[in-house]
């Protein structure tokens, strides 16, 4: 089970960090992922960190603002969001995959139920 806090209204160039809590099952072998949805667009890729974190990928549209890291004693990944603009504005799912971290949403089996981050002008 992921369960995600974190979301809420901020203003532009504001930040906020997501949190994403794993429990019943072995949290250190999966890679994490973060994916967001704004309203009438697909699903879209924003970050993703290995089962070690040592390895970690960004979108291009959030390099360099987002951070993801995680905890593995603590069972969760956050995400720091800083610079925010309005077109981040979406609901942010946390993804878990069975040792893969990449960029494709097929390869994460468990899926929490999103936060919603409303970043207004």
């Known amino acids: 089970q992921l369960v995600e806090s974190g979301g809420g209204l901020v203003q532009a160039g504001g930040s906020l960090r997501l949190s994403c809590a794993a429990s019943?099952?072995?949290?250190?072998?999966?890679?994490m992922g973060w994916f967001r949805q704004a309203p009438g667009k697909e699903r879209e890729f924003v970050t993703a960190?290995?089962?070690?974190?040592?390895?970690?990928y960004y979108a291009d549209y959030v390099k360099g603002r987002f951070t993801i890291s995680r905890d593995n004693a603590k069972n969760t990944v956050y995400l720091q969001m800083n610079s925010l603009k309005p077109e981040d504005t979406a609901v942010y799912y946390c993804?878990?995959?069975?040792?893969?971290?990449?960029?494709?949403?097929?390869?994460?089996?468990?899926w929490g139920q999103g936060t919603q981050v409303t970043v207004s002008s």
């Open positions: 019943g099952r072995t949290f250190s072998n999966y890679g």
């Open positions: 960190i290995s089962w070690s974190g040592v390895n970690i």
């Open positions: 993804a878990a995959g069975a040792y893969y971290y990449g960029l494709e949403s097929s390869g994460y089996a468990y």
